[in-house]
């Protein structure tokens, strides 16, 4: 019964053959495989960069989460400085007399003024709308790097400024200018 069904059918083989023409049934065939082979292919390579695109989302959020921790711990380091300072202040002033404490307050009060001016200055170099300027979002959505790039020399910056403030020693080509974060007194 098998041998009548599949001999009648391998018999007119030659014929499908000869229909076809240049195609011909192993030609059919092979570009057949080709275009499933070349298919999966496909479908690994897009799976492949789907993958991979989903993993630089999940690396770039973390990088963005440890940065902004930093900034965090940052923040609070200048406030734990601006803290260690205040109580080295007063202690100073418990040893200084009547006339040196009348001294040190305006030079506070002289150095809260200064502050409060690189503050303002701060703030409008960060809100650049007001000079018609584009946002500093728009710029990080188009420039990334050069935000990027921009915010690091800052923070190193920043953090040498904070050295400087807190009794470091200044090498002798260095030229930083720390009077925006920390008034005219800085330098």
């Given at each position: 019964?098998?041998k009548?069904?599949?001999g009648?059918?391998?018999g007119?083989l030659?014929?499908?053959?000869?229909?076809?023409?240049i195609f011909?049934l192993k030609?059919?065939v092979?570009?057949?495989?080709l275009v499933?082979?070349?298919?999966v292919?496909?479908?690994s390579v897009?799976?492949?960069?789907?993958v991979?695109?989903k993993?630089?989302?999940?690396?770039?959020?973390?990088?963005t989460?440890?940065?902004n921790?930093i900034?965090?711990k940052?923040?609070?380091n200048?406030?734990?400085?601006?803290r260690?300072?205040?109580?080295?202040?007063?202690?100073?002033?418990?040893?200084m007399?009547?006339?040196?404490?009348?001294?040190?307050?305006?030079?506070?009060?002289?150095n809260?003024?200064?502050?409060r001016?690189?503050?303002k200055?701060?703030?409008?170099?960060?809100?650049?709308?007001k000079?018609?300027?584009k946002?500093?979002?728009?710029?990080?959505?188009k420039?990334?790097?050069?935000?990027?790039?921009?915010?690091?020399?800052?923070?190193?910056?920043?953090?040498?400024?904070?050295?400087?403030?807190t009794?470091?020693?200044?090498g002798e080509?260095?030229?930083?200018?720390c009077s925006?974060?920390?008034?005219?007194s800085?330098?």
């Amino acid at each position: 019964m098998f041998k009548r069904l599949f001999g009648g059918l391998l018999g007119r083989l030659p014929l499908i053959n000869s229909i076809l023409g240049i195609f011909g049934l192993k030609n059919l065939v092979l570009l057949g495989g080709l275009v499933g082979t070349f298919s999966v292919a496909y479908l690994s390579v897009k799976n492949f960069t789907n993958v991979l695109y989903k993993e630089h989302r999940r690396v770039y959020e973390k990088i963005t989460t440890l940065e902004n921790e930093i900034l965090e711990k940052d923040i609070q380091n200048q406030s734990l400085s601006k803290r260690i300072n205040s109580l080295n202040t007063q202690m100073m002033v418990l040893n200084m007399g009547f006339e040196q404490v009348a001294e040190a307050l305006n030079e506070i009060i002289k150095n809260e003024r200064e502050s409060r001016e690189s503050i303002k200055k701060l703030e409008d170099r960060l809100h650049r709308e007001k000079e018609g300027k584009k946002s500093l979002e728009e710029l990080a959505e188009k420039k990334p790097k050069m935000v990027e790039k921009i915010f690091n020399d800052e923070l190193k910056r920043l953090r040498r400024c904070v050295e400087l403030f807190t009794g470091s020693k200044r090498g002798e080509d260095e030229k930083i200018d720390c009077s925006d974060f920390f008034g005219k007194s800085a330098n």
